[in-house]
């Protein structure tokens, strides 16, 4: 059974413009959601996270927003640029919990 | 570089044989965690050890089995394999067995591949 979903398997975007990756999940449990970023032949990299007391979490170009009601959390990167080509998943854990439940992946290329 | 370590990189096997995947974690940390991804499928959770003691299980087969080592290295052992066991296999560790900001930090993988 699948709690996160990522629905978009690959986004397409113009270097300097705006990437928005969206993530749905299904257990109202969850209450800590991530980011990972990964490079091919390499392990996920952690790259932002939220908890459910907030709505939105700012890492320089990078923004996570969490929209409890809708289950439904997105990762804004703005601008893109050509290194942020890699797949991101999303993860999410629920409290204190120990296991990650991830997404299947978006595959996002920056185009120059 | 994440600083979690998984040996070999590349593996080929046969059906039925049984196979051993090494992680070595990053210095300090006690939890070691183990998932796999299928193609194109997201990362399943199979096993947490913290310290030596096995924390939590997921969706880990019988076949399946690790474990945790004084010197907080983990091996997972997959046996009687099958076609369906190729995937990636990713080690991760963190500080603590879990808990909000416990950053989970992931090895490169082994690309398990049964023939």
């Known amino acids: 059974d699948q709690q996160v979903k990522q629905n978009s398997p690959s986004l397409s975007v113009q270097e300097g413009r705006i990437s928005i990756l969206n993530c749905d999940y299904t257990?109202?449990?969850?209450?800590?959601f991530l980011w990972y970023k990964k490079y091919p032949a390499e392990g996920p990299t952690f790259l932002i996270s939220?908890?459910?007391?907030?709505d939105k979490n700012e890492d320089g170009r990078f923004t996570v927003f969490l929209n409890k009601s809708a289950k439904h959390l997105s990762l804004h990167i703005v601008p893109s640029q050509p290194g942020d080509s890699a797949v991101y998943f999303c993860?999410?854990?629920?409290?204190?919990?120990?296991?990650?439940?991830f997404g299947a992946g978006t595959t996002v290329t920056v185009r120059a | 570089d994440s600083g979690v370590t998984q040996t070999p990189k590349h593996l080929i096997t046969a059906t039925g044989q049984r196979v051993t995947l090494r992680c070595s974690p990053r210095s300090g940390d006690l939890s070691v965690y183990w998932y796999q991804q299928s193609l194109d499928q997201g990362l399943q959770f199979l096993i947490q050890?913290?310290?030596?003691?096995?924390?939590a299980k997921g969706n880990i087969l019988e076949r399946f089995s690790a474990q945790q080592f004084p010197d907080l290295h983990s091996e997972l052992n997959l046996s009687s394999l099958e076609l369906g066991d190729s995937a990636l296999y990713f080690c991760a560790s963190s500080v603590e067995g879990g808990g909000y900001y416990n950053e989970q930090f992931f090895g490169p993988g082994t690309r398990l591949t049964v023939l």
């Open positions: 939220i908890s459910s007391i907030k």
């Open positions: 050890y913290y310290n030596g003691e096995e924390r």
């Open positions: 257990n109202s449990m969850f209450d800590y």
């Open positions: 993860a999410a854990s629920v409290g204190n919990d120990y296991k990650l439940s």
